[in-house]
């Protein structure tokens, strides 16, 4: 069978939606499936395009036996009129990309943003194929519930797009199974169509390895410091508020947090750990996977917050998962799906979300208990290896779509 991903965010940008898509296409080709991706050029998160691809109205390269087609876009971040101009810029010009493709059996399409639904709907219509609306994150949902957009007409616009899309989809896809639920029973969705794709982790991307304690001098990384390592996006549902005050509780201890990536509220966080005298903490930018595995090896622990929200103890985060496979226990501020998974695999330790003092605490018990740091590291690893490596997730979707066998 023949899939076409339609996706504002994809490699060489790194984020959760650029991970997890590159290797749900690579275990595609892996199953004898032909796939090719239409997306933006590439600009998350900094907002500007990267330099090998500014001033392209449209390109066409080659990423690890995946036909990638990318069209222009209006680049920006954070809130407001240019994000919407961002969104609605991809949403219109992935019909460059859509007719350079060849016609699929199936069109997948990756949600935020919301208004990308409308471009594969025309293109499954314009097709006759079935249409795929991939839900990563519930908007208008967690906007709202966020304050991130006031009531009025545009919210309900949001709001009515919304049920268009999962009326018109073929299938719903979601990455949770709490939104799974909210899905059918909340937006009335079927439970026919609605199917279950997890985040899952390259175990040979992330693994343990021992510590290069030269390659961490060269980083200029103290070699006598307690490492907890903070990997993945700084946004608004991260509450990184409760991992500074934690940060301000051990400034005492020997202890250094690194926080390596991007988000919208990156900027923001990183002044105000300036701003409280902060020299415990690290800030760096965005890397790729092989270097975050291998700061995971200067690292005692992992660690990944979120707000305290009812709608995101619906959704497993991202991060954990390669704290997990590189056999490091998890320091996990938040609750719901992403805490019911580390207790059950007792691969880490979790707290209240917004606890900043629990959070602390946890951190002090795992400096003072190794043996119980390591035990918790390997649990996570062999959690992974028996149930959330990408090819048995994989294997499992393309059951779901009844695709078990290569086409």
């Not at 092989?290 to 995101?312: Q, W």
Request: charged residues 20%.
């Amino acid at each position: 069978m023949r899939f076409v991903i339609l996706t504002q965010y994809f490699q060489p940008e790194i984020g959760a939606a650029q991970v997890r898509l590159a290797n749900m296409t690579q275990q595609l080709l892996a199953n004898g499936h032909e796939v090719e991706v239409i997306t933006a050029m590439p600009n998350y998160p900094t907002g500007k395009i990267f330099p090998k691809y500014r001033k392209k109205y449209y390109m066409r390269e080659e990423i690890n036996g995946i036909t990638v087609h990318r069209v222009w876009i209006y680049a920006a971040t954070g809130a407001g009129v240019k994000r919407l101009l961002n969104y609605l810029s991809f949403m219109l010009m992935a019909f460059v990309g859509l007719n350079r493709s060849k016609k699929p059996d199936y069109i997948f399409v990756e949600s935020p943003p919301l208004f990308l639904g409308i471009t594969g709907y025309i293109a499954s219509k314009w097709w006759g194929v079935p249409f795929i609306f991939n839900v990563s994150d519930l908007w208008p949902d967690s906007i709202k519930a966020f304050g991130l957009q006031k009531d009025g007409i545009f919210l309900k616009i949001l709001e009515k797009l919304e049920r268009f899309l999962y009326r018109k989809a073929t299938y719903v896809n979601t990455l949770a199974k709490g939104i799974c639920e909210i899905l059918e029973q909340k937006k009335n969705v079927a439970k026919e169509k609605i199917l279950y794709l997890p985040n899952g982790v390259n175990i040979k991307a992330f693994y343990p390895m021992p510590p290069d304690l030269n390659w961490q001098k060269n980083l200029g990384l103290p070699t006598d410091r307690d490492i907890i390592l903070y990997a993945g996006t700084h946004g608004y549902a991260h509450g990184l508020e409760t991992l500074l005050e934690a940060a301000r509780l051990l400034r005492d201890e020997n202890i250094l947090f690194l926080c390596v990536g991007g988000g919208s509220e990156k900027s923001r966080i990183h002044a105000e750990a300036i701003a409280m005298r902060l020299d415990n903490m690290s800030f760096w930018q965005p890397q790729a996977p092989e270097m975050i595995n291998r700061l995971y090896s200067l690292a005692i622990a992992g660690i990944s917050t979120f707000r305290h929200s009812p709608l995101l103890e619906q959704t497993l985060p991202a991060k954990i998962l390669p704290i997990m496979a590189c056999a490091k226990p998890v320091l996990y501020s938040g609750a719901g799906e992403g805490a019911e998974l580390i207790k059950t695999a007792q691969a880490g330790i979790v707290t209240p979300p917004g606890d900043p003092s629990a959070l602390a605490e946890a951190i002090r018990k795992l400096i003072k208990d190794r043996e119980y740091a390591q035990q918790l590291g390997q649990n996570g690893q062999s959690y992974i290896e028996q149930n959330l490596q990408w090819s048995s997730i994989v294997k499992n979707w393309l059951q779901q779509l009844g695709l078990d066998k290569a086409e």
